[in-house]
């Protein structure tokens, strides 16, 4: 074979791992998830070698989604780390065979301090699955490995079974969009869902018209403004809205009369509007909704504080 149909039959191996698992999901699955929702504790992932690098990623995968997890590997248990656990907590470990022994030598003691165990292996008779409150079935027909040997197909499958319980956890805990930023405030979707019309808004130089102003001078204004709009006030409030589109398509029907029309003529008299603690993300479904490229920020009086463009969303 070529080295592609190496990797395709890698791939195609690999993923009949997966589709494997499907058939091995039973009550044991269920029993996992409802330990986990009832943990008023932590719940501790921990594996040797490969094992526990796909333990890391699942915990970090359970703690961004609403359970507080992490890793631990348990040759560190008998050097303190066994200090981090406590009743109340749950243990998921991670044995493809099942019979790792520096794992196995971690359970008594957890089993002594009566925490419950979510076995996950490839071996449904192996002293993990034994020792286990629960026991998660991962087992492969074979490795992605041509020797059979390397932890590939393994991996894989162990790793989407701590996916397939993360989502479900995700679904009993009724886990949203808002939930996901506050466990990911830096990164993009964080700033949409928690950055606020307060936290964007331009407040300065604002481009006001009074209505009966006569549109050559409201081009002036509005071009000053640099928004593409200009906000039309009547005292303290708003009473329509002109864009650069509404000043083209006016010049374009009215011609040389254009300069004696006002902006109460071609205004729009009810602007779309959001409060200061409005989220960026409910603004940009506002402006793609209704194909605008600029919301008005009022308080709670309806006066005008500020404007959101487009540019401001993209975060």
């Known amino acids: 074979m070529t080295t592609r149909e190496y990797a395709i039959q890698c791939i195609k191996d ?3 791992a997966v589709l ?14 409802a330990l986990i929702m009832e943990c008023h504790g932590k719940v501790i992932v921990t594996g040797v070698g490969k094992s526990g ?11 961004s989604t609403g359970t507080p997890s992490f890793f631990v590997n348990p040759l560190d248990v008998f050097h303190g780390d066994l200090g981090v656990m406590s009743k109340g907590d749950v243990v998921v470990a991670i044995s493809n065979s099942g019979q ?19 076995g996950m292996s490839g071996n449904p008779d192996s002293l993990l699955a034994k020792y286990s409150t629960c026991h998660l079935n991962i087992n492969v027909g074979k490795e992605a490995c041509p020797l059979n040997l390397a932890p590939t197909s393994s991996t894989t499958a162990t790793l989407v079974m701590g996916d397939a319980l993360a989502v479900a956890l995700m679904e009993r805990r009724h886990f949203q969009p808002q939930d996901f ?21 331009l407040t ?14 409201a081009i002036i204004l509005v071009s000053k403004g640099k928004l593409g709009l200009g906000v039309a006030m009547d005292g303290e409030q708003i009473v329509g809205i002109i864009t650069d589109g509404d000043i083209r398509r006016a010049m374009e029907k ?26 960026v993300s409910e ?11 600029n919301v008005l920020v009022v308080d709670g009086q309806r006066h005008l504080i500020g404007i959101v463009d487009r540019y401001a969303c993209i975060l």
Do not use: Y
Not at 54 to 62: D, E, H, P, S
Not at 188 to 200: F, W
Not at 204 to 217: F, K, S, V, W
Not at 283 to 293: A, D, F, L, R, W
């Open 181 to 201: 930023a506050q466990f990911h405030p830096g990164g993009e979707l964080g700033k949409r869902l928690l950055t606020t019309a307060h936290d964007v808004m």
């Open 14 to 16: 690999e993923a009949a």
């Open 283 to 293: 603004i940009q479904h506002i402006m793609n909704k209704h194909k605008i490229h």
């Open 20 to 33: 494997g698992l499907i058939d091995k999901l039973d009550d044991n699955f269920d029993r996992a998830v």
């Open 100 to 118: 790792t022994d520096e794992l196995l030598r971690f359970i008594p003691m957890v089993l002594h301090m009566q925490i419950p165990i979510i």
């Open 254 to 279: 009215w011609q040389a009369a254009f300069f004696d029309r006002t902006v109460s003529d071609i205004m729009t008299r009810e602007p779309k509007t959001v409060g200061p603690q409005t989220k």
């Open 204 to 217: 300065d130089n604002l481009p006001l018209l009074n209505p009966a102003m006569h549109l050559g001078e």
């Open 53 to 63: 690098h796909i333990g890391a990623k699942i915990a970090a995968t359970l703690a």
